[in-house]
């Protein structure tokens, strides 16, 4: 004891240092990241091995520190509500293989013409009645290039919806940095355009568009100072290797998507992708802890495949750090959640409707206009 005493009389910090080894022993790399997050803030140097630890965490810690560090970081009953409305339906000349509004697959989806303004602002007001505060038109094109004469229709859209005090946002294909600045000054408040899986796995899923090109309409948008919204899809066949890729592209952009949309594969008859297994809510519940922890201040979207899941399994990715759904019977093409199905676990839950932002976009609308003009 003497000894002891003589080469630390304070046994008080060795006794700290020892509990701490021990304690340190026990902690899954989601908590350590986690707490880093939440002294922190958000980084966007994040190393691929450091995503793949927090992904790999017992389900259990994922869980519990991605609903730390999104309470840290949101309201945690908040949960935006998204409405999203097909444009332009099918006859699209991408090669998406999950995709029914691919012209090269047959799944018995007719294409259609643009659909016209009354229609569109009816389906706007139906949508913000019904409690959503973001509206989203997509469109099945590759691009918009060539496309004037509907691309000025859906910047009137555009206009007409934001001034129903509704968030807007669109999906279009790929942008020309023109044409973001356009979207901008129309009051758009989101561009939707997903990487769907990593770099490495993409060329197995679409070749008629690269993963660069994607890379650069997200550059055009974050320019023109639109949100960006862009995540992914997975379900595709993809390694768990792919899916960390995905979130460590969007974790380590300059800045951060302000939504992160996670799609479940919805398989449809008639695409190289229609007898894909599944997803299942463990596989959602690991992407949307990952994601809430290395991109703290998203909104992260529990987006399509959700009509698969339970109250009790879309209430563990709630948990988990999902804070935004979509709502409405469909999205695009595929089924969505019944209204009144939303509405009864919004209830149960305690979940808050989230208020529409508009931070800043009367300045920001005012210097884009000023961009246009004296760059046309």
């Known amino acids: ?45 994040w190393t691929r091995d450091e995503i793949k630890s927090i992904y790999d965490s017992p389900l259990l810690d994922l869980l519990f520190h991605g609903a730390q560090v999104h309470r840290h970081a949101h309201n945690f ?14 006859g699209c000349s991408e090669d998406c293989s999950y995709c029914p509004q691919s012209s090269r697959y047959n799944t018995g989806l007719k ?16 949508a913000k009645e019904a409690g959503s505060t973001r509206f989203c038109m997509g469109a099945a094109w590759r691009d918009t290039i060539g496309r004037k ?6 910047l009137e859209y555009v206009k007409e919806i934001r001034e129903m005090g509704m968030e807007v946002c669109c999906t279009l294909g790929m942008l020309e940095k023109q044409q973001a600045l356009e979207l ?14 990593s770099r490495e796995y993409y060329p197995n899923i679409i070749t008629t568009r690269s993963y660069d090109e994607r890379l650069e309409t997200l550059a055009y948008v974050r320019e023109a100072g639109i949100n960006v919204c862009s995540g992914g899809i997975i379900g595709l066949g993809e390694a768990e290797e792919d899916r960390v890729g995905l979130l460590h592209t969007l974790a380590t952009l300059p800045a951060h998507p302000e939504s992160v949309p996670i799609n479940a594969l919805v398989s449809v008859k008639g695409t190289p992708l229609e007898d894909q297994k599944p997803v299942e809510i463990w596989e959602m519940i ?17 987006s399509a495949g959700r009509v698969r899941f339970s109250m009790p399994e879309q209430t563990l990715c709630f948990l988990a750090g999902a804070n935004s759904i979509f709502t409405g019977e469909k999205l695009l093409t595929t089924p969505n959640n019944d209204f009144d ?13 989230k208020a529409p932002s508009f931070s800043d976009d009367d300045f920001e609308a005012e210097n884009c206009a000023k961009a246009v003009s004296s760059s046309g």
């Open 341 to 353: 199905a939303d509405q009864q676990m919004f209830k149960v839950l305690g979940l808050l409707p």
């Open 286 to 302: 690991r992407m949307i802890g990952t994601a809430r922890i290395v991109m703290p201040k998203a909104m992260v979207r529990l």
């Open 149 to 154: 004469t509907n691309f000025n229709q859906i």
């Open 184 to 197: 901008k000054k129309a009051g758009l408040t989101a561009y939707n355009h997903n990487l769907d899986t």
């Open 77 to 90: 009953r908040e949960v935006q509500q998204c409405t999203l409305l097909s444009i332009k339906t099918g």
């Open 111 to 126: 294409a259609q013409k643009l659909m016209n303004k009354e229609a569109v602002l009816e389906a706007a007001q139906k």
């Open 1 to 45: 004891m003497m000894l002891i005493r003589t080469i630390c009389p304070n046994r008080r910090p060795l006794l700290s240092m020892i509990l701490n080894l021990h304690s340190s022993s026990y902690s899954s790399c989601a908590e350590i990241q986690a707490e880093r997050t939440i002294r922190d803030g958000p980084r966007h140097d």
